[in-house]
Nanobody
Framework: VQLQASGGGLVQAGGSLRLSCAASGGTFSTYPMGWFRQAPGKEREFVAAIRWSGSTTYYADSLKGRFTISRDNTKNTLYLQMHSLKPEDTAIYYC????????????????WGQGTQVTVSS
């Protein structure tokens, strides 16, 4: 499965963005999916995950309530809605195909999309 993320940009603190990740070349609807991010000088970290059906999701504790992951299997697309953005949310955001829904380690991700830059100004 090939993944293409989009939707990043420059936004002021308190603003919102929606990231999209278009999948092609495979059976997107059968895989759990996730979002990760990597800030300058930091390791890549887990953001959110969603089951193949979209029925359940979970988030990094620090992001609960501000970010929402969703998917549309009819469009082979994964989303990340981000609200109340903070400067510390500035990072490159990556979508990823997970090997297992409960495995959110970047080291075991099945497939990465290219990242999309999110910059939050103060």
């Amino acid at each position: 499965v090939q993944l293409q993320a989009s939707g990043g940009g420059l936004v002021q603190a308190g603003g919102s963005l929606r990231l999209s990740c278009a999948a092609s070349g495979g059976t997107f609807s059968t895989y759990p999916m996730g979002w990760f991010r990597q800030a300058p000088g930091k390791e890549r970290e887990f953001v959110a995950a969603i089951r193949w059906s979209g029925s359940t999701t979970y988030y990094a504790d620090s992001l609960k309530g501000r970010f929402t992951i969703s998917r549309d299997n009819t469009k082979n697309t994964l989303y990340l809605q981000m609200h109340s953005l903070k400067p510390e949310d500035t990072a490159i955001y990556y979508c990823a195909l997970l090997r297992h829904y409960n495995d959110n380690s970047p080291s075991t991700v099945g497939s990465w999309g290219q990242g999309t830059q999110v910059t939050v100004s103060s």
